[in-house]
T-cell receptor, first 112, second 114 residues
């Protein structure tokens, strides 16, 4: 399984943009890049995913490098409710594997 | 919205007891998963199931078994609970559309084995 590398923690000021990086140098052509986040005392929740092109939804944007070896989750205006652990995961979109390998993620602290 | 419901939020059991953790999803999802989460170790996959009565081992299946008799229900069984199984247990489900698959998680069960 291809692995991802994320910083252990990051800090941001409230109402400022946040860029959460993820390295995945061994990504394969059929791997989708998924992001999940886990708020305190809750199970993880889906944020966004993409394959090659940048993606936007109501929660965040996903910027994928041209060589796909890294990606960045962008929160456009961080709020206190965005304080969570963010996980970057590679997910094979073709083969029969059903595994999601989560790792330890990035703990985001949002300062008021 | 998809709902994944875990039967207990907190559970305290004694060493050697047989423990059942239940998970139910209401969106007719094909796949169901059990993870455990420990500080510093992230989420680790115990078992998953891609169909009724089908199961596959994840990364840490030792000491656990699972049962999926109905599509909506996936049970995690600790045959003889031990203190090193004290952990947060998270159940998840997904539709099975591989390209656009999303995981939906329950709120978790914090299990303490004394």
């Amino acid at each position: 399984d291809a692995k991802t590398t994320q910083p252990n923690s990051m800090e941001s000021n409230e109402e400022e943009p946040v860029h959460l990086p993820c390295n995945h140098s061994t990504i394969s052509g059929t791997d989708y890049i998924h992001w999940y986040r886990q708020l305190p005392s809750q199970g993880p929740e889906y944020v966004i995913h993409g394959l090659t092109s940048n993606v936007n939804n109501r929660m965040a944007s996903l910027a994928i490098a041209e060589d796909r070896k890294s990606s960045t989750l962008i929160l456009h205006r961080a709020t206190l409710r965005d304080a969570a652990v963010y996980y970057c995961i590679l997910r094979d979109g073709v083969s029969g594997t059903y595994k999601y390998i989560f790792g330890t993620g990035t703990r985001l602290k949002v300062l008021a | 919205d998809v709902k994944v419901t875990q039967s207990s939020r907190y559970l305290v059991k004694r060493t050697g007891e047989k423990v059942f953790l239940e998970c139910v999803q209401d969106m007719d999802h094909e796949n169901m998963f059990w993870y455990r989460q420990d500080p510093g170790l992230g989420l680790r996959l115990i078992y998953f199931s891609y169909d009724v009565k089908m199961k596959e081992k994840g990364d840490i299946p030792e000491g656990y078994s699972v049962s999926r008799e109905k599509k909506e229900r996936f049970s995690l069984i600790l045959e003889s609970a031990s203190t090193n199984q004290t952990s947060m247990y998270l159940c998840a489900s997904s539709l099975g559309d591989r390209a656009n698959e999303k995981l939906f998680f329950g709120s978790g069960t914090q299990l303490s084995v004394l």
